[in-house]
């Protein structure tokens, strides 16, 4: 039998009986509907944390930190240090200080950060608003990045419109004699708000390091991020450092550990989704068996006047597929219409209370297609048994079967 | 000597062979037909005809024995390369149509082609003209359902044609179908047969289909009883002289198509026993007092009919005789007219022809043909039987008792010869002037 008419032959029942055909294509759709959905969850929570952090220098950095008990210091010759090893490709610095903010007679606690701007491609820093301070800007004496959480101490709800405003500082600095006294540092001028970083739940103020020193002796860092310079370095100079006994943080780590759970997470969703498809599946198959029973007469007419036991058989299993298939699709339709609708009202409920606008579901579209003919398969398995067992009837029985 | 196209050699077929409702269908059937031959598998339900014929058509394979079609065992191809010959060799018709409701008419007779991956114009050209070949061309794209049954089967000699196989078979292919359909389909199918010089196998069990075979095979509790060869057509099969010869019981078997061999025999030494004509002479008489009785023929002619010689077409029989039969008939003719009216009358009442008087008048003819004389008691009691008898009330046993009962327990005291003789008249009477509807 040729393909053109195997096709036509197998989407009579669109004709025959259409309530049936479509009810049993929509509860295929279900099932992949629910694995579409369960599945572009796991992949939008996947993606959110992803989004977060900038792949490429960030990925191949070492966050390190003096762990305090041993007398080990951060200081411009660990950085030196750092920067000799074999491996390590560069080595960039951040001296922190506590720091008093004001804007327009408001004032408040934060951090005032000094780095470079190595530093904020290393450790992966950008801005959700404005600019972030590139290599060009390393000498720049005007302007500093603030995180969203300082925006709060003055009210701010659009960040967006705080990029450009002017703010000032004064720096809380220990004194030197050792009484453990605080000295406030006035700085005698004003910064521009350049960009507003997505550090969450932190009050930083970022400045170059320059400009930081011109107001304040630095003797010693809070962190050196270390670049090393390829992926396979990285766990040999994560090694080396503790062993000199700092504190290193990877956040190569941090993803490979996020994926795993987020895998973990949609093998689960994806378990239920799969449960729900089996159970369309088996519907399904209920309903190509009841249709071998009500066909057998047909089934008995085809062999007598010359169809041959395979062009039975292809006839079902093509029937099934096509089941299979449009529930397939049907369910993918199913799926990103949930997924998307939710996200659409997530977005907006986001932007009335103020947070951050997310995708909780995504769909990539090697994954659709995959489900697409994945679904054609479940049609084909579920399709090969009664068909098989068509092909084999015995054409005198079917056709006196009533 | 031309090799026969389909062999069955000491064919057996066991319906679920080693459980215990095995059921033998078939026992040792031996059949040889050639190319372009009409056969005709005759037989009552229950027989083997439908079953032999699926064992020739390759869905039924023999459990003994074999089966050869153009010199093939067709069952020792694995049932993939079986449909070959369901393909191209042979067609078939059902009873019951048997088209694929879910498909055109036009889809039906092409698919079988489909099955051999024709292309789509050419399939479609060639089922429309077979289509148009039979009558159902303006159809061909209405669904089966909303065609005749006469319409149906003919579209199904089309599907079963549209390979153009060497052989036909047909199961009862008129079974479902009414007088005037069974023609056109019987007609259609004779036409394959003379005109394509294709091989017919026909599962029949209607008798009057018998005349379009060359040969029948009549078949009996799963066995062939019977070959009979049909002396009207110009026999395909090879016959050495003297094995086989046409006699009085093919002849018999038409009229008798249920009876076995024995049956038939007894059947011709009866008639030579009691009847001075011959069947030939018989079936003409039989035709000339139906248009003598239909009024088609008047008296003369058909007197004249009678007396014909042989070599005319006629029944030759005594001039005489033949006056007497005229005679006869009209008068049992009349009479059956007042039993006419006599039922009639249940409707409508007619002043002229009150039912005792018509009954009177019934026993007036009865005794004016046996030559009785009655008294007042037995005339009435007369009327009374004659009344009951016509309206159904008492049967032809109970009138025949009631003549021999005596005259004071109502009936006429007739002796058994008398009684016997006055029944069976009447019965005449009756036969003829009571209208019967046969329920089907």
């Known amino acids: 039998?040729?393909?053109?008419?195997?096709?036509?032959?197998?989407?009579?029942?669109?004709?025959?009986?259409?309530?049936?055909?479509?009810?049993?294509?929509?509860?295929?759709?279900?099932?992949?509907?629910?694995?579409?959905?369960?599945?572009?969850?796991?992949?939008?929570?996947?993606?959110?944390?992803?989004?977060?952090?900038?792949?490429?220098?960030?990925?191949?950095?070492?966050?390190?930190?003096?762990?305090?008990?041993?007398?080990?210091?951060?200081?411009?010759?660990?950085?030196?240090?750092?920067?000799?090893?074999?491996?390590?490709?560069?080595?960039?610095?951040?001296?922190?200080?506590?720091?008093?903010?004001?804007?327009?007679?408001?004032?408040?606690?934060?951090?005032?950060?000094?780095?470079?701007?190595?530093?904020?491609?290393?450790?992966g820093i950008t801005a959700t608003f404005g600019d972030v301070f590139t290599d060009d800007d390393a000498g720049d004496t005007n302007s500093i990045m603030l995180s969203p959480a300082t925006l709060k101490l003055f009210g701010i709800d659009d960040e967006e419109s705080f990029v450009g405003k002017k703010v000032s500082f004064r720096l809380l600095v220990p004194a030197e004699?050792?009484?453990?006294?605080?000295?406030?540092?006035?700085?005698?001028?004003?910064?521009?708000?350049?960009?507003?970083?997505?550090?969450?739940?932190?009050?930083?103020?970022?400045?170059?390091?320059?400009?930081?020193?011109?107001?304040?002796?630095?003797?010693?860092?809070?962190?050196?991020?270390?670049?090393?310079?390829?992926?396979?370095?990285?766990?040999?100079v994560e090694a080396k450092l503790i062993e000199e006994g700092y504190r290193v943080t990877a956040l190569s780590k941090t993803v490979e550990q996020a994926s795993k759970i987020f895998q973990g997470i949609q093998a689960v969703l994806a378990t239920f989704g799969g449960i729900a498809l089996i159970?369309?599946?088996?519907?399904?198959?209920?309903?190509?068996?009841?249709?071998?029973?009500?066909?057998?007469?047909?089934?008995?007419?085809?062999?007598?006047?010359?169809?041959?036991?395979?062009?039975?058989?292809?006839?079902?299993?093509?029937?099934?597929?096509?089941?299979?298939?449009?529930?397939?699709?049907?369910?993918?339709?199913?799926?990103?219409?949930?997924?998307?609708?939710?996200?659409?009202l997530l977005n907006i409920v986001a932007g009335q209370f103020g947070g951050q606008a997310v995708s909780l579901f995504s769909f990539p579209l090697g994954f659709l297609a995959f489900i697409a003919i994945f679904s054609a398969a479940v049609g084909y398995l579920t399709g090969v048994f009664p068909a098989r067992r068509a092909a084999t009837l015995n054409p005198l029985d079917a056709i006196r079967y009533e | 000597m031309a090799k026969p196209l389909i062999v069955c050699r000491d064919l057996s077929i066991i319906y679920n062979q080693g459980k215990s409702n095995e059921f033998k269908a078939l026992t040792g059937v031996n059949t040889d037909i050639y190319e372009g031959e009409y056969i005709i598998l005759f037989g009552a339900s229950g027989s083997g005809k439908s079953t032999l014929m699926y064992s020739i058509q390759g869905s039924l394979p023999p459990g003994e024995g074999t089966l050869l079609i153009k010199g093939d065992d067709i069952y020792s191809y694995p049932p993939s390369e079986r449909v070959y010959f369901q393909r191209y060799v042979m067609g078939i018709i059902f009873q019951s149509f048997n088209l694929i409701g879910s498909l055109s008419?036009?889809?039906?007779?092409?698919?079988?082609?489909?099955?051999?991956?024709?292309?789509?114009?050419?399939?479609?050209?060639?089922?429309?003209?077979?289509?148009?070949?039979?009558?159902?061309?303006?159809?061909?794209?209405?669904?089966?359902?909303?065609?005749?049954?006469?319409?149906?089967?003919?579209?199904?000699?089309?599907?079963?044609?549209?390979?153009?196989?060497?052989?036909?078979?047909?199961?009862?292919?008129?079974?479902?179908?009414?007088?005037?359909?069974?023609?056109?389909?019987?007609?259609?199918?004779?036409?394959?047969?003379?005109?394509?010089?294709?091989?017919?196998?026909?599962?029949?069990?209607?008798?009057?289909?018998?005349?379009?075979?060359?040969?029948?095979?009549?078949?009996?509790?799963?066995?062939?009883?019977?070959?009979?060869?049909?002396?009207?057509?110009?026999?395909?099969?090879?016959?050495?002289?003297?094995?086989?010869?046409?006699?009085?019981?093919?002849?018999?078997?038409?009229?008798?198509?249920?009876?076995?061999?024995?049956?038939?025999?007894?059947?011709?030494?009866?008639?030579?026993?009691?009847?001075?004509?011959?069947?030939?002479q018989i079936g003409r008489l039989e035709h000339a007092i139906s248009l003598f009785i239909k009024g088609k023929i008047d008296r003369d002619t058909f007197i004249k009919g009678l007396v014909l010689k042989h070599e005319q077409g006629g029944v030759e029989m005594q001039e005489k005789e033949a006056r007497k039969m005229a005679h006869t008939t009209e008068i049992l003719m009349s009479q059956?007219?007042?039993?006419?009216?006599?039922?009639?009358?249940?409707?409508?009442?007619?002043?002229?022809?009150?039912?005792?008087?018509?009954?009177?008048?019934?026993?007036?003819?009865l005794m004016g043909v046996y030559r009785i004389k009655l008294n007042k008691k037995q005339d009435e009691h007369l009327v009374e039987m004659i009344a009951d008898r016509v309206t159904g009330v008492s049967e032809e046993?109970?009138?025949?008792?009631?003549?021999?009962?005596?005259?004071?327990?109502?009936?006429?005291?007739?002796?058994?010869?008398?009684?016997?003789?006055?029944?069976?008249?009447?019965?005449?009477?009756?036969?003829?002037?009571?209208?019967?509807?046969?329920?089907?």
């Not at chain 1, 390091?209 to 962190?223: A, K, Q, S, T």
């Not at chain 1, 249709?291 to 062009?311: H, N």
């Open chain 1, 1 to 123: 039998m040729r393909v053109q008419d195997l096709a036509q032959l197998s989407t009579r029942m669109f004709k025959t009986n259409p309530l049936r055909t479509w009810l049993t294509i929509l509860g295929m759709g279900v099932g992949t509907g629910a694995v579409v959905v369960l599945v572009g969850l796991g992949f939008g929570l996947q993606k959110i944390i992803l989004e977060q952090i900038v792949f490429g220098e960030t990925l191949l950095s070492l966050g390190v930190s003096a762990t305090g008990s041993q007398n080990l210091k951060l200081d411009p010759e660990t950085v030196d240090t750092f920067k000799n090893f074999p491996e390590v490709q560069d080595a960039s610095p951040l001296a922190r200080f506590p720091a008093l903010v004001t804007y327009k007679g408001l004032t408040g606690n934060v951090f005032i950060q000094g780095v470079e701007p190595s530093y904020l491609r290393y450790a």
């Open chain 1, 177 to 236: 004699d050792g009484s453990g006294d605080i000295n406030e540092v006035p700085i005698d001028k004003e910064y521009t708000v350049r960009g507003i970083t997505k550090e969450q739940g932190v009050l930083n103020a970022l400045m170059m390091l320059p400009e930081l020193r011109n107001h304040v002796g630095i003797e010693e860092y809070e962190r050196i991020q270390v670049r090393v310079d390829t992926n396979e370095n990285l766990p040999i």
């Open chain 1, 279 to 344: 159970v369309s599946a088996i519907g399904m198959f209920n309903t190509m068996t009841v249709t071998l029973l009500e066909r057998t007469k047909e089934i008995g007419i085809m062999r007598t006047i010359g169809a041959s036991p395979k062009d039975v058989k292809n006839l079902f299993i093509s029937e099934s597929i096509v089941v299979g298939f449009l529930g397939g699709i049907s369910g993918i339709l199913m799926g990103v219409m949930i997924g998307g609708s939710i996200n659409i």
């Open chain 2, 105 to 280: 008419v036009l889809d039906n007779v092409a698919l079988p082609m489909i099955f051999c991956d024709a292309e789509k114009t050419t399939r479609e050209r060639r089922a429309q003209s077979l289509l148009d070949r039979f009558g159902v061309g303006h159809v061909s794209h209405k669904i089966p359902a909303m065609l005749s049954g006469g319409q149906q089967q003919r579209v199904s000699v089309a599907r079963s044609m549209v390979n153009d196989p060497r052989i036909l078979l047909a199961d009862e292919p008129t079974g479902n179908l009414d007088s005037v359909s069974t023609q056109q389909v019987m007609d259609k199918i004779d036409e394959i047969n003379t005109f394509d010089k294709r091989t017919i196998i026909m599962v029949s069990h209607n008798a009057a289909h018998l005349s379009y075979a060359h040969r029948v095979y009549y078949l009996k509790d799963g066995y062939v009883v019977r070959e009979v060869v049909n002396p009207q057509r110009k026999q395909i099969k090879p016959v050495r002289e003297g094995e086989t010869i046409v006699t009085e019981l093919e002849q018999l078997a038409r009229l008798y198509p249920y009876d076995s061999v024995d049956t038939l025999r007894v059947k011709s030494m009866v008639n030579f026993l009691t009847q001075d004509y011959t069947y030939t």
């Open chain 2, 336 to 365: 059956s007219d007042d039993i006419r009216r006599f039922r009639a009358k249940k409707e409508n009442d007619d002043i002229f022809f009150s039912q005792h008087k018509l009954a009177e008048r019934l026993r007036d003819h």
């Open chain 2, 397 to 440: 046993s109970q009138f025949n008792e009631r003549m021999l009962r005596g005259v004071r327990n109502g009936g006429l005291g007739l002796d058994v010869k008398e009684a016997d003789e006055l029944t069976r008249y009447f019965e005449k009477i009756i036969a003829q002037g009571v209208d019967v509807s046969y329920k089907s």
